[in-house]
């Protein structure tokens, strides 16, 4: 079955906030842009960032042209993501599970396996996401604890934001978006 009009407006969600110089269009400026602004943000040595560098673009390629050279429009990156649900849901799931594990490890600079509120807005706003109050509350609605959250409570949220199709189960990712961030 084919993913419902809830989840695909997710996916279109999802799709906007990757455009991270915001032209309308996911292309590789849009990982040069966050890569370096993340790099630059974290002041990483160069050791460090070119691992970022290299972790970045792997991820967009794997999760976000998905074949596509270098670019990838909406419809596009819509068709890819509902072919490989429509094939196989569980799969579907596991890879998004891989995929914002991988992402959230790269944003978990100091590997503590959490998510500080720095580490959080360092990287919105190096996706262009730059409205540090709309950042900040997005960031509390996972009820810090000592400023923490579990990284593997953010990557849930984003899975859940990926992959269901229950349109009256809230999504803290879906409301932060359509907040502004
Ligand atoms: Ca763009
Ligand atoms: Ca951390």
Not at 27 to 44: A, C, T, Y
Not at 136 to 142: H, L, M, R, V
Not at 148 to 175: M, R
């Amino acid at each position: 079955m084919a993913a419902n009009d809830f989840l695909v407006s997710k996916w279109k969600i999802w799709y906007k906030s990757l455009d991270v110089n915001h032209d309308g269009t996911i292309s590789m400026e849009d990982v040069e842009e966050s890569r370096q602004k993340f790099s630059e943000l974290h002041h990483l040595d160069a050791e460090k960032k070119k691992m970022v560098m290299e972790n970045f673009e792997k991820w967009w390629n794997e999760y976000v042209f998905r074949g596509k050279k270098g670019e990838v429009s909406e419809t596009q990156f819509i068709e890819a993501l509902q072919n490989d649900y429509k094939a196989d849901k569980d799969k579907f799931k596991k890879q998004m599970e891989t995929c914002f594990d991988t992402i959230f490890d790269v944003i978990d600079t100091n590997k503590d396996r959490s998510i500080s509120e720095d580490e959080f807005l360092i990287a919105f706003e190096a996706y262009g996401h730059e409205n540090v109050a709309l950042d900040t509350k997005f960031f509390k609605a996972y009820n810090p604890v000592d400023g923490l959250v579990p990284l593997k409570d953010i990557v849930a949220s984003w899975v859940d934001f990926a992959t269901s199709s229950d349109a009256t189960k809230p999504s803290v990712v879906k409301t932060a978006f359509e907040a502004g961030v």
